[in-house]
């Protein structure tokens, strides 16, 4: 069956970093896009980062130049990169397969000193 299942989520210090995985199953992952996406308490669920089946990117503007979203088609893994880390950037971060339209169950990102 199909899995997203996000990694990587921790506490972190402000300015550091953190490196987010997605290894996915049970579909044809280099056919997809795939997302990552992020939700803070009380806020609506935002993209983050979208690497195209071509690997093409494309960024919200709050983390342009901090973070980079990469994939490894062999490995059938998205990565999301988060360097220069901020309070705000605090959020359960999922991954999305657009090819299928699947959400991963999501991994807590928490920047706090």
């Known amino acids: 069956q199909v899995q997203l299942v996000e990694s990587g989520g921790d506490l972190v210090q402000p300015g550091g970093s953190l490196r987010l995985s997605c290894a996915a199953s049970?579909?044809?992952?280099?056919?997809?896009?795939m997302s990552w996406y992020r939700q803070a308490p009380g806020k609506e669920r935002e993209l983050v980062a979208r690497?195209?089946?071509?690997?093409?990117?494309n960024y919200a503007d709050s983390v342009k130049g901090r973070f980079t979203i990469s994939r490894d088609n062999a490995k059938n893994t998205v990565y999301l990169q988060m360097n220069s880390l901020k309070p705000e950037d605090t959020a359960v971060y999922y991954c999305?397969?657009?090819?299928?339209?699947?959400w991963g169950q999501g991994t807590q990102v928490t920047v706090s000193s």
């Open positions: 999305h397969a657009g090819w299928i339209d699947y």
């Open positions: 049970g579909f044809t992952f280099s056919y997809s896009a």
């Open positions: 690497i195209s089946s071509g690997g093409r990117t």
